[in-house]
């Protein structure tokens, strides 16, 4: 009897091989309406294959091709080539833009995270509205995060793998730093005397800067 279950029992058979643990994975990700998280795909697979690898294997077979592997955060999705993006222009769907005050919103979530909204407005200068929150979560590109330890307990809010998928960044820290927004003409000098948003963005040493919010976003 002991036999019998020993023989059943599908820990017991080896693993495929790490190119058929590579196809099934591509399968996988081909399917998904979503990214998935390396347990996420784990589970799909037989027991005993070495997913971090595989991906990994996965990643450098399309490295340099039209498709790309790409790692969202903790996930991970098949998504087209940066540089061919321009292929795709004709089937972007034309989408209302965000507000500035949602953008600049955003954007302090992004460089700040975690943030609670209190901090977002001392550094804004304004108070937020709650719908201006309430519209990054719907969009699911921000969500609550954990509570601080202190009084009161405030959330905190962080951006979403989603905003990291939309944005093709593997996490926070690829955001651009200030070298390479002036360098990409999103900060442009402007005429003394206009209000300034300080502290939205942080130099690359870590010091708040007081670069304008207004500099990096188009009015509506």
Avoid: N
């Avoid at 709650?130 to 519209?135: F, Y």
């Amino acid at each position: 009897m002991s036999q019998d279950k020993t023989a059943a029992d599908p820990q017991r058979f080896p693993p495929p091989p790490l190119a058929e643990q590579e196809r099934m994975i591509e399968a996988v990700l081909f399917a998904s309406a979503a990214p998935m998280s390396q347990r996420e795909i784990a589970a799909r697979l037989p027991a005993g294959c070495d997913v971090a690898e595989a991906l990994q294997a996965l990643r450098a077979r399309y490295e340099g091709r039209g498709v790309q592997l790409a790692r969202v955060g903790d996930a991970w999705a098949f998504r087209t080539a940066a540089d061919l993006g321009f292929l795709m222009q004709e089937s972007v769907v034309e989408s209302r833009r965000l507000s500035r005050a949602a953008t600049e919103t955003l954007a302090i979530i992004a460089y700040h995270q975690p943030v609670t909204r209190a901090e977002i407005e001392e550094i804004r200068g304004v108070a937020v509205s709650r719908g201006t929150l309430d519209q990054l979560i719907e969009l699911d590109w921000v969500r609550v995060g954990r509570r601080r330890q202190t009084p009161g307990r405030p959330v905190t809010f962080v951006v979403t793998e989603t905003f990291l998928d939309h944005f093709g960044l593997e996490s926070a820290r690829d955001l651009p730093g200030l070298a390479e927004l002036r360098a990409a003409g999103l900060l442009e000098s402007r005429s003394p005397g206009e209000e300034m948003a300080a502290g939205l963005f942080r130099d690359e040493d870590g010091e708040e800067s007081g670069a304008m919010a207004e500099d990096l976003f188009e009015d509506e």
